[in-house]
Structure formats: C-alpha cells, structure tokens
C-alpha cells in the first residue's frame, strides 16, 4: 500500500515563499520511479483543483493557470519524494495540499492521496 506524507505548510506573507514535500513510502524507488505525482489544492467551499503534476522521469511537467511562472514541481525518484516550491504567494493559494498519484496499472486503478499540508498566505 502506497503512503504518502506531506509537510512544508505553513503562515507565510503574500509575495512569500514555501517549499512542500512529499514523502511516498510503501514502494522501492526503482517503482516510484515509474509514478506520475501530482499536487491538488482545495480551498474552504471550493473543489479540489489540480495544481501540478510531474511525469515519472521528472522530464515533463504540467501546471494549473493560477499558478504558471509562480511554482515549480519537482522530484527525487531514489529518495521517492516530490517537492512544491511556491514563490511569489498570493492570499488566494491558501488552501490544504495534497499529494497524489493516481492511473491505472494493468487492469487496476490506484488512487493515492496524502493527509494534505495547509498552507495559508495572508498578511
């Protein structure tokens, strides 16, 4: 079963920084390696929207519009653990963060979420 942790969140100021991190565990890194990851957000009264994802290699990578140029994703498949950095906070990128990884693998479907990191930008 495959676990995932994340940390990082926090108070930060707007125009501020934070760094997320991901911990998976449950699965060698040489498996970890073949994940997608992804990280979702979800304010209070709003759905959860997808916030980026990086393909397994770490080669490709994808980004909602609200945060384009602002946050950047990145991986470490042999430590098996995937990082937000966030610059340039605004208050509307509070929300609690999730980690995921979902697809399917043969005829099996997974969907894996962590507990969700909160972070809140206000001054």
């Known amino acids: 079963q495959v676990q995932l942790v994340e940390s990082g969140g926090g108070w930060v100021q707007p125009g501020g920084s934070l760094r997320l991190s991901c911990a998976a565990s449950?699965?060698?890194?040489?498996?970890?390696?073949?994940?997608?990851m992804n990280w979702y957000r979800q304010a209070p009264g709003q759905e959860r929207e997808l916030v980026a994802r990086i393909t397994s290699n770490g080669i490709s990578t994808k980004y909602g519009d609200y945060v384009k140029g602002r946050f950047t994703i990145s991986r470490d498949n042999v430590k098996r653990m995937v990082y937000l950095q966030m610059n340039s906070l605004k208050p509307e990128d509070t929300a609690l963060y999730y980690c995921?990884?979902?697809?399917?693998?043969?005829?099996?479907?997974?969907?894996?979420w962590g507990q969700g990191t909160q972070v809140t930008v206000s001054s």
């Open positions: 449950g699965l060698t890194f040489t498996t970890y390696a073949t994940y997608a």
């Open positions: 995921n990884t979902r697809g399917v693998r043969g005829l099996l479907e997974y969907d894996y």
